[in-house]
């Protein structure tokens, strides 16, 4: 291997590449040089040489090598920095370009979803102008970006902008977000309803950049919710109106029942007021003919018999006309207890009072049934605070029955009633009635359907042996009333036993605040020849009862067959007393009243006794006859002792003024 070799060998390997070489060659000539430098020798030194100069040539070269190395090294560390910086800025390069693409992409996807959106969106900028809106804005409202003069309110109605900008900028002032409704007046003049909604837009330095909002067209759901509460009026509206009608339908009921019952009332004041002429003239006939058969016993059997027929008839004739003014009565009050007009009184009273004046209301009829009757209690003494008047309506209906029911069976007949503490707590005491009779029972159909008001009259019993079943859901209505319940045991043929507990307040003591006033006897009044009586009466059958009640104790009288003849009459002359009918033709005895009170008041005149005398029987018109100017008010039908025991106290007074 010659120099040359041996230089390129070192040359091509990286580890000796960079050594200095300088060939040493006895060729000399400018060529040979030359091909020794081109040939990779840093020097070529042509031989002979000097010591000195070879010297100095390697120290020269050395250094050069020297500094080669380090250049070397520099290039290599500048292009290892100069790498890793491109590959940063590659990196960079990518990161941005990728975040470009995303921007792109979340770009497109925005514009994708504003175009689909069923909503219009728009976006304000910082001062809240509008820089954004998506198609569904400009088809809803009908206003491009451009023609928002006003920002997003352009073309709030105006009568809504004042509010619409004030929640605006309120919200706007406080970065806030709102939600309103509002109406929208489109190009073409129409108004639609729109839900406006929109959230602030805030940087992560926490300035506002803008507001993100929405639009919806709500007219449609506005319409309905108009139409629903139309809908809703109007359903109210007739509600109303059917409560109305239905409370003209009830005074109407009312109206008819109180009509009915005042006409069931007036032929039946005829008939008791005629029963007692009738009876009183049949006992002066038994009288006479007893009298004439112990002078002469020549009264003939035909004739005994048809006084005891026409004691029997009647007899019939009271029992039916009873009859029927019981019925006037149970509907009367059956519809006092619908309407809930009800009131009970807070009376101190002893109730075994009112079982034995039950029992002496019914002595009479009990006795000539041969029906024996007592009362079973464990105490005698016992004062509570309740409603005795109550109490004594539902004995009487009771015991009535048991009467009834008594009377056509073939057992034993008796009728007992108890009375026992049923409970006590304190004041409040709850009192067990039972009324026991041995009667003729009902069988476990009829007992159970007894007290149902919907199947009053179908009850055998009732249609067997009479009766209209009104008194017994009445009692049951006053029962529960007052706190208790009612319910009955039975056996057919073998009797039944009505139980039922009221609750009331014990108080100490005894009380009896039922005691009864004896009636005076008319004809030992005083006499009454020199008073003038005024009857207001449009019932001829009524108008000769009461007249022969009047001549009964010989007091003068006129009678006007209506309220217009009255107070013409009561003008013309000073009358002591006037009994006043309530329902008549031409001029009712309420507006009869008040004309007559009214002229009294207007000419200084002297107060003129009116006793109202009719067959409405409710509390509230007994109450408007009395605001109406009545003094007092008997409810037909009457008998002739509460007649007579009007007249006597009134005249009585007159006689002692």
């Not at 019939?316 to 309407?339: F, M, P, R, T, V």
Request: hydrophobic share 40%; net charge negative; aromatic share 6%.
């Amino acid at each position: 291997m010659d120099g040359f070799q041996l230089l390129s060998a070192l040359r091509q390997d990286k580890k000796t590449s960079l050594i200095p070489i300088i060939l040493l060659s006895a060729r000399a000539g400018e060529e040979a040089r030359v091909d020794g430098l081109e040939a990779g020798a840093d020097d070529y030194l042509v031989k002979p040489f000097s010591a000195k100069e070879l010297k100095a040539r390697v120290k020269t070269h050395i250094e050069l090598a020297q500094l080669r190395i380090d250049l070397a090294k520099r290039v290599e560390s500048t292009s290892q920095e100069l790498t890793a910086v491109s590959g940063t800025l590659q990196k960079e390069t990518e990161v941005r370009k990728l975040t470009e693409n995303s921007l792109q992409e979340s770009e497109e996807r925005y514009k994708t979803l504003a175009k689909v959106s069923p909503v219009g969106i728009f976006c304000t900028n910082s001062v809240g102008d509008v820089v954004y809106v998506n198609q569904r804005w400009v088809e809803i409202t009908g206003k491009e970006i451009s023609q928002l003069t006003d920002g997003w309110t352009t073309g709030v109605h105006e009568e809504d902008k004042p509010h619409v900008l004030n929640v605006w900028q309120r919200a706007f002032d406080t970065c806030q977000p709102f939600n309103l409704e509002l109406r929208f007046r489109l190009p073409s003049s129409q108004t639609i309803w729109i839900l406006a909604q929109a959230m602030p837009n805030i940087d992560k330095s926490g300035n506002l950049v803008g507001y993100v909002g929405c639009v919806t067209d709500v007219s449609i759901r506005k319409k309905l919710e108009v139409e629903r509460i139309a809908a809703l009026t109007a359903a109210e509206e007739e509600q109303k109106k059917r409560n109305v009608e239905a409370e003209e339908h009830h005074n109407y009921l009312q109206q008819f029942i109180n009509m009915v019952c005042h006409e069931f009332r007036n032929p039946l004041n005829g008939i008791f007021n005629n029963i007692e002429v009738l009876t009183s003239g049949l006992e002066k006939r038994q009288t006479r003919l007893a009298k004439i058969q112990a002078l002469s016993r020549e009264i003939s059997d035909l004739e005994m018999e048809n006084l005891k027929d026409d004691q029997e008839a009647i007899t019939a004739i009271d029992i039916c006309a009873k009859q029927q003014k019981n019925i006037s009565d149970d509907i009367l009050y059956l519809s006092h207890l619908e309407a809930g007009r009800v009131q009970l009184n807070q009376i101190v009273f002893n109730p075994i009072d009112i079982l034995k004046q039950t029992l002496r209301i019914f002595k009479t009829e009990m006795s000539k049934k041969g029906i024996f009757s007592e009362i079973s209690t464990s105490f005698q003494d016992l004062t509570v605070k309740g409603d005795p008047s109550r109490l004594q309506q539902i004995f009487t209906t009771l015991v009535s029955n048991a009467v009834r029911y008594t009377e056509i069976s073939t057992n034993a007949k008796k009728i007992i009633l108890h009375m026992k503490l049923s409970e006590q707590v304190g004041e409040k005491v709850i009192l067990k009635f039972q009324v026991e009779d041995s009667g003729v029972g009902m069988t476990e159909e009829q007992r159970s359907s007894l007290f149902l008001q919907a199947k009053i009259g179908q009850v055998k019993t009732h249609q067997e042996y009479t009766g209209s079943g009104l008194g017994l859901f009445i009692c049951q209505q006053l029962i529960e009333l007052m706190g208790g319940n009612i319910s009955v045991e039975s056996q057919k043929f073998k009797g039944s036993t009505f139980t039922f507990t009221i609750s009331y307040k014990m108080v100490g003591g005894i009380e009896n605040s039922n005691s009864l006033s004896p009636m005076g006897n008319p004809h030992a009044s005083p006499d009454y020849t020199k008073f003038w009586v005024l009857m207001v009466e449009d019932n001829l059958v009524n108008q000769k009862v009461l007249a022969r009640q009047l001549d009964g104790i010989q007091v003068n009288y006129k009678i006007a067959s209506n309220g217009l003849e009255a107070v013409k009459m009561s003008a013309e002359k000073e009358y002591d007393l006037i009994l006043m009918d309530v329902e008549m033709p031409i001029m009712g005895g309420l507006e009869a009243t008040q004309i007559i009170r009214t002229r009294e008041h207007q000419q200084g005149l002297p107060t003129v006794p009116i006793v109202g005398v009719s067959g409405n029987a409710r509390p509230e018109q007994i109450s408007m006859a009395k605001s109406a100017g009545m003094d007092d008010y008997i409810v037909k039908p009457y008998n002739k002792q509460a007649i007579y025991a009007v007249i006597s106290s009134t005249l009585r007074m007159k006689m002692g003024s």
